[in-house]
DNA sequence: GGGGCCTGTTGACACGTTTTAATTCAGTCG
DNA sequence: CGACTGAATTAAAACGTGTCAACAGGCCCC
């Protein structure tokens, strides 16, 4: 069982490699008939295209790598679909990592990217620091950062979080919050500080000093941390309201308050962030800030493409998303 | 800026690429000097392996398939989880790939892997046809099963879906329901029939005939497939239970009967399958079928990664794992 | 009828790494 | 002192594809 290559194709369809390789890469350019000839006799040998080979020729492979901070994050999922449906328009793949929130895993991710040799990078970075990032950009590899703004080096495609911060906030005291707390990730993840950011200036607005608003912050933006800040937060005089910096926490929270016997929204308002397809669902319909994050995924693999079909005439742009206040049960 | 290769660090540190090649795969091999000296000059020039090269070269990747039906669904991501920690441990890396139900995505995901020469592939099919599984088979790919049983020349990790079936009707007609509907998916995916199987022999058991259970088929297993099912329900004579196929679908219809005034469970009870996170924290609690998703995951890259090593002495296993019943709120 | 042109096809080389057998060299033993 | 050993290193040959310049042959036009 000898590895079955293009020179047994050509061979048992009587032309060159060459001519098999433009029936895979350019089939507009050989006759019908040879082209019929070569098709039959892939389809009989069970010919399949080494993509290693063919990478190593083209010195870049038709796939793109996409970095997110957290598979199970339903809204990173909203993202992946966006990205995938026009990657595989352009009949290409796209290749998944995730880095857990964590530098050293991204820095891992990054390289197994640049070795796979991608096309392109579509990133949320863990941090501010985009410094792991040139060792792919100086390899000619196309980058965009996707829900995190740049400034201008480099494409981004992002929403703007401050914005969502104040409209979450803004919600709360217009509902008549005099003490508040904000449920958050690791500060140096930038989305937990912006949102913090436009929070205070909510407070700001409605003349209130900003430690109107306690932070409580977990190690993981997920279920299990808005338990923990649940915990927290019950172990002190509780806030009129809870801002949480994503659903995730914010369903972690609702239902560690729930067990000990708090109620929402009577005995204090909550609203989370991302509005992901649970938070309509939960046990308290929650109230979020809704971002589009499909169209977030699209438009950045449309622009990290775009970059990697001209290198030279593409011009980096930043777009920025405006988010939305999304009002259920939790906050009425 | 020419592209830096083995070539030129070896021609930096002074050795020759033989050397340098050895630093990166074999490093007990070269000299405690040498070995630093070409470490430096790897630094100083930035050098990145070409993966490409080193998979054609070897004739094939460091890399393993796995190929789910949605992974917008939680309890794929569990089992993701479950395959990337073993699959890291082992310094390798996995490709993710969805097939979103369709027979059509998987085979063309299936092609991308073979072409990539991945070393194996996880998989959990969208039908009864394996025979897309002989293309890599043949080219000596392991395949392992998830979520699937196998029939004895090829590993596979399940769950006993008829016994979650069976558990999930019986204790719907343990609190007295005598006339259940059945949400589901596509009959043709195993998984939904399965469970039909184990809930009829529940029906059975009772000594109630099998016309006591009506099914609803949608398209999609996810929670707008629930909302759909519900409406087709509503339009009907509602029956007393409702099993959904997985907890997506148990959300949607959840959903979908509150807001038609529906409650639930004084009017209906209901049942999920999967016990994904969120259905714990859903407006009623559901009750669902647990399954061992991470172990899932884990074991079925334990099962490959060894059939990788040792292709010859390797014994195909059918491991198959018992499911849990969590009753909660919806069925009380 | 010959020159030029267009379409199809070919052959050979390059891509960057790994590996194997061969080579060097210092040290050791008979 | 020469032969041998073993460790460290090297040179060269793959791996399978894509590309590009060259080439064959048929056609048209003058």
């Known amino acids: 069982m000898g590895t079955v290559g293009i020179r047994e194709v050509a061979q048992r369809a009587g032309v060159s490699p060459g001519t098999v390789s433009n ?26 295209r080494n993509g290693s080979a063919a990478t190593l020729r083209a010195g870049q492979s038709r796939a793109i790598g996409l970095v ?30 995730n880095s857990g929130e964590s530098p050293e895993r991204e820095a891992r991710n990054l390289r197994v990217l ?15 620091d985009l410094s792991r990032l040139d060792l792919l950009r100086q390899r000619g590899v196309a980058v965009v950062l996707v829900d995190h703004p740049a400034t201008g080096d480099v494409c981004s ?34 989305q937990c500080t912006d949102r913090r950011k436009g929070a205070r200036r909510a407070l700001r607005a409605a003349g209130l000093p900003a430690r109107a608003l306690e932070d409580v912050v977990v190690p993981e933006m997920n279920a299990s941390g808005g338990a923990l800040a649940a915990e927290k937060l019950l172990s002190g005089e509780l806030p009129d309201a809870i801002f949480c910096a994503n659903d995730l926490l914010a369903l972690g929270v609702l239902r560690a308050l729930s067990q000990a016997g708090v109620r929402v929204p009577d005995d ?4 989370g ?18 971002q589009p994050t499909y169209q977030l995924g699209k438009i950045a693999t449309e622009l990290l493409l775009d970059e990697c079909d001209s290198p030279t005439g593409h011009a980096h742009q930043q777009i920025m998303f405006q988010p939305e206040l999304v009002v259920r049960e939790s906050s009425r």
């Open 68 to 97: 997110v901070l957290d598979v199970g994050n339903p809204f990173f999922v909203a993202v992946a679909r966006g990205v995938e449906d026009v990657v595989s328009d352009r009949d290409h793949a796209v290749i998944l990592c």
């Open 273 to 290: 962030y991302d509005d992901i397809e649970f938070s309509s669902a939960a046990a308290v319909p929650l109230s979020s800030i809704r």
């Open 157 to 190: 495609v992002s929403v703007d979080d401050v914005a969502g911060g104040d409209l979450a906030v803004a919600h709360l005291l217009a509902r008549g919050a005099e003490r508040l707390a904000y449920v958050t990730g690791p500060l140096a993840i930038r």
């Open 114 to 128: 640049a070795e796979q040799r991608v096309r392109g990078v579509l990133i949320t970075p863990t941090d501010e």
């Open 23 to 48: 029936v895979l890469n350019r089939p507009e350019r050989v006759a019908a008939a040879t082209r019929a000839r070569v098709e039959q006799a892939i389809r009989e040998l069970g010919f399949v």
């Open 268 to 271: 204090v308002s909550l609203i």
